[in-house]
């Protein structure tokens, strides 16, 4: 557990910003989550082509903004000028992909804590990553997060950061140590069983889960014990199991 993590509360952390709600990895969409008082978000990073850290999900553009190609072919100034809130609806024209810094200036809770996911894995892209966390004073309520075992246990073992993976079936480059370097272990839905998180309990690594997003899988996700849940849609989590602003 996260120094201010209480045993008895799940953590409820919102998925790209709520990105059920508003266009995935927007400053908006960042704003909402913590407005509605998650315990945290989680975020997608990339490095640009001159070395910035991109907050955005797919390795190409095509899916969420008005650009073509791959992320990293670009400077963080030619992706600036990309609309990534137009594709998810037409009121949010005008949204952009922020860089991993704007997020950290615009956190002001010291408890707020944050999910970064490497899809960049690089090398180079983990350590500027990691300094600039350090650089905001926010490793100590974070976790490095990756479907590539060698970028975990590079972080863990290199950085000395705590870590998120997934089950191994899930993982690129997995190899027989990978989960010793977890902190937690990211569960699917589709994987989610009270069997696999005593499992995990019993190798040490905290067990959580995504995307509870009804209030069906909500229920599910707490009977099987899990102490995080991750979720596009933050409302069914919060009315189930409390915490949290803005709701009436």
């Not at 790209?16 to 704003?31: C, H, K, W, Y």
């Not at 069997?195 to 509870?212: A, F, N, Q, S, T």
């Amino acid at each position: 557990m996260f120094w201010n993590q209480s045993k008895d509360h799940i953590w409820i952390v919102g998925h790209r910003g709520v990105r059920a709600l508003l266009p995935a990895n927007t400053m908006i969409s960042f704003q909402k989550a913590m407005d509605l008082g998650l315990n945290g978000i989680e975020t997608d990073v990339h490095m640009t082509l001159d070395g910035q850290l991109a907050l955005h999900h797919d390795s190409t553009l095509e899916r969420t903004t008005n650009g073509t190609g791959n992320i990293e072919d670009y400077t963080y100034g030619e992706l600036r000028q990309l609309d990534a809130g137009i594709k998810f609806a037409e009121e949010y024209r005008g949204q952009y992909i922020p860089r991993l810094e704007e997020l950290l200036e615009r956190i002001s809770d010291p408890s707020f804590f944050l999910n970064i996911e490497m899809k960049d894995y690089r090398p180079e892209a983990l350590e500027k990553t990691v300094k600039t966390l350090d650089r905001y004073g926010f490793l100590d309520r974070c976790v490095i997060a990756c479907f590539n075992g060698d970028v975990t246990t590079l972080a863990h073992k290199r950085y000395g950061v705590r870590t998120q993976g997934f089950p191994l079936h899930m993982v690129k480059n997995c190899k027989a140590d990978t989960e010793e370097h977890y902190y937690a272990s990211g569960i699917g839905m589709e994987d989610l069983t009270k069997e696999l998180v005593e499992e995990y309990h019993r190798k040490g690594i905290d067990p959580w889960c995504w995307c509870p997003d009804t209030a069906g899988e909500v229920e599910r996700a707490v009977a099987a014990g899990v102490s995080l849940m991750t979720v596009n849609n933050p409302y069914p989590a919060l009315e189930i199991i409390g915490g949290g602003a803005g709701l009436d």
